[in-house]
């Protein structure tokens, strides 16, 4: 090989073995963005109003920023039922920053029982520590905003 040609070989394995490089960096930080708009989506996600089983807020509790109300609610009760179809039809019927938990008074009689519910519906509001801070009867969904909510 030529010395001209041994020296062209040399450069464009060394332009090859940097744009290489440089592919692999920009891979590594597309991913890492991807990543950190992915976590901030989702912390995005838990500080907007959400509405959530009691099976999906207990497996990720921590996740879960804001006010925490838990909404009791039995299938056979024409209140529990309206307020359900409420929160699952519109999103914005409740506060920003709130996550509301949806928990079947007769499947999770243990959840209730924590919280001394003994009709449906009834919001809890939860401290924190997940504790409850105040409880009430409600008419309507909008009772969500009335309720603790106002306090």
Not at 19 to 41: C, F, G, I, L, R
Request: glycine letters at 4%.
């Amino acid at each position: 090989m030529s010395l001209i040609a041994a020296s062209a070989f040399s450069l464009t394995a060394c332009s090859t073995g940097d744009a290489m490089e440089a592919d692999k960096a920009m891979t590594n930080e597309s991913m890492e963005k991807d990543s950190m708009e992915k976590d901030s989506m989702e912390h995005d996600a838990m500080m907007s109003a959400s509405y959530t089983t009691y099976k999906e807020y207990s497996s990720a509790m921590s996740k879960y920023d804001g006010n925490r109300v838990v909404l009791f609610f039995a299938d056979d009760a024409a209140t529990s039922s309206a307020i359900d179809k409420t929160f699952s039809e519109d999103a914005a019927s409740i506060p920003e920053g709130t996550t509301v938990v949806r928990v079947n008074l007769e499947s999770h009689q243990d959840v209730a029982d924590k919280y001394s519910v003994t009709s449906a519906p009834t919001f809890v509001e939860l401290d924190s520590n997940g504790d409850a801070k105040e409880s009430w009867v409600p008419e309507s969904a909008a009772d969500l905003v009335t309720g603790a909510m106002s306090n």
